[in-house]
């Protein structure tokens, strides 16, 4: 299921991604779904908590498919 989440900036990190696309709730919560090895960028497991995300990157969690667009 693919959704589409606009940035104004050059970059966002990955856990402030997640708050934003409302996947997380708290930074804390959005710590504990990397850490849990269910996100992936760009088809490639993600660790990194504050891996930075570029427009044209895209991060799966479970069924969900967010595409960073430039806004």
Do not use: M, W
């Not at 940035?7 to 856990?15: G, H, P, S």
């Not at 934003?20 to 709730?25: I, N, P, R």
């Not at 779904?33 to 427009?55: D, F, H, M, W």
């Amino acid at each position: 299921e693919r959704h589409d989440f606009a940035i104004r900036t050059e970059f966002i990190r990955l856990d402030q991604f997640l708050k934003y696309c409302g996947l997380a709730e708290t930074g804390g919560h959005a710590k504990e779904i990397v850490a849990e090895g269910i996100v992936s960028v760009n088809g490639t497991p993600c660790l990194q908590r504050g891996k930075k995300l570029y427009p044209g990157d895209i991060v799966t969690v479970e069924q969900y498919e967010l595409h960073v667009t430039a806004e």
